[in-house]
């Protein structure tokens, strides 16, 4: 029979496995599967940051937020997000004239793609936000943690509806935390 601490060890190992969190040193795999998770919703012209600026010269970008699919069940039963939960905001430029449509706009190539993680065991906070742009080999991407003085930090801080994250635009979740009283205040 295991101990506790073997089964500890193991869980953590798995964990490490699955999302690719290299904990030490706070590197980051790039998430390959993240189009098999949980499709939380779309933004258009939402985008912030560098990649928002490029984006104001040209037609709206969609942002697409995905969460791993043990997290997502998870958030369900209980408004919070579980230690180990990744997001990835995959940001995608758009065009309007194409085949047959005219007047609405579609989805084209990736602009960016960030990630963010949540773990308790990480040193310089329980948040960390990486950076992939657009990799080409999605495979052996890696990333390094965007530092603590970024924007990303203070405003996910500031305004995000539970814990840091943005539940207040993903239409089923902002339910589910509304109902499970997980809101902060204000919201
Ligand atoms: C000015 C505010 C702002 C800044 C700065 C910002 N974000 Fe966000 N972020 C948002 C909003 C609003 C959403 C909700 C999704 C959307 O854009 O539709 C979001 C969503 C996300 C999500 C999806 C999970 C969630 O928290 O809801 C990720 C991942 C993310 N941002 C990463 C980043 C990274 C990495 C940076 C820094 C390089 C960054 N963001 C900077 C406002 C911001």
Redesign the pocket.
Known sequence: MRTLSQTIALTAASLVAVFGLSGADGRLKFPADYREWVFL?S?VG????PIGDAAHTGPPMF?N?FVNPASYRGFLKTGHWPDKTV???EVRGSESHGSINKDGHFQTGIMGI???VKDRSAKTGEWT???FGNPKNTATAVAEP?GRD???YS??GR??AVE???VQ?YPVLYDVARNKGTLKPGF
Do not use: K, R
């Open positions: 919703s933004g939402m985008t912030y940051g942002d937020v997001f990835v905001l960030e990630v963010e936000f990486y950076g965007i970024a924007g990303c405003c996910h305004n995000a840091n994250t943005f635009f």
